[in-house]
């Protein structure tokens, strides 16, 4: 295989592909009515990944990017994220034909995340809110609107959906700011005792409302108790304020690892 399809890093996709598959496994829907959203957020998300090695090729203390992208130019780099955005474009176009209400998600999506990649990631809080929103409760909203064809601008939701989607960005946050930590992305502009306050801090809040989901939720245990592993693993290896995981590469691979074992998981429930 060629050493550029590294530069995809398709072994993120997990990141958009596990809410767009539980809203449909939630749902009761049909994968197959749904794969155009599915393709094109694939896409999307390749093009997220293509656009933030274009902003970060240009740092030379970030290792990780500089190894992947050597050899190539920003020009090629743009290259492949303007081609992966214009093909996710493309199949999210009929769904829009039969419910226009979609094109507000799918444009604010799209905006969201050209914003956090390009400009907004070094915002700490800011770039928190911009990845839960665009990577679990618009794809969660547009997936429901393409199936029930409403024109209600803000689909209805169960008390069992209101659940997921917060326990869900709970999660997604811990996971993600350990991710940071690793990075030396934006959250490493605070002290130590304070990076590691905020990790046990949001990583305690979703165990504690994933455990409430659990026992208000008990016939969706298997869906649940999962993703306790992740805000599990991020508490111990926050566990010391003078050891946090700064450029534990093997750290981040084993996450991403757990990811797409978690993306297996909910294919089998799915199908």
């Known amino acids: 295989m060629s050493k550029g399809f590294k530069l995809l890093r398709l072994e993120y996709l997990f990141t ?3 809410p767009l598959f539980i809203a449909i496994y939630l749902n009761g829907y049909d994968i197959i009515d749904n794969i155009q959203i599915i393709g094109g957020f694939a896409f999307w998300a390749i093009t997220g990944n293509t656009l933030n090695d274009f902003k ?3 740092n030379p203390d970030d290792q990780e990017t500089q ?3 050597e050899g190539y130019s920003k020009k090629e780099i743009a290259v492949l994220s303007i081609g992966s955005f214009i093909l ?7 769904p829009i034909l039969d419910n226009y209400i979609l094109l507000f998600y799918v444009s604010a999506t799209a905006l969201m995340v050209v914003l ?16 839960g929103i665009s990577h679990i409760w618009f794809p969660y909203f547009i997936i429901k609107l393409n199936i029930s064809n409403s024109n ?3 689909p209805p939701l169960e008390l069992f959906e209101w659940f997921f989607l917060v326990s869900a960005s709970l999660v997604a946050l811990s996971g993600n700011i350990i991710h ?8 490493t502009k605070l002290s130590n005792r304070s990076q590691q306050i905020i990790i046990w801090g949001v990583s305690l809040v979703a165990i504690i409302f994933s455990i409430f989901s659990i026992i208000s939720f008990p016939q969706e245990l298997f869906l649940f108790t999962p993703a306790l592993i992740i805000p599990l693993g991020v508490i111990y290896m926050a566990r010391s304020k003078e050891n946090l995981p700064y450029n534990a590469t093997s750290i981040k691979d084993i996450g991403i690892i757990i990811g797409n074992l978690l993306l297996a998981f909910v294919i089998i429930i799915l199908i």
């Open 16 to 18: 958009v592909l596990i």
């Open 56 to 58: 970060d090729m240009d």
């Open 67 to 69: 190894e992947r992208v």
């Open 88 to 94: 996710g474009s493309a199949l999210f176009y009929y």
């Open 116 to 131: 956090y990649c390009l400009f907004l990631k070094p915002l700490l809080g800011i770039n928190w809110i911009l990845l």
């Open 152 to 154: 209600i601008l803000f």
């Open 180 to 187: 940071e930590v690793i990075d030396n992305d934006a959250i």
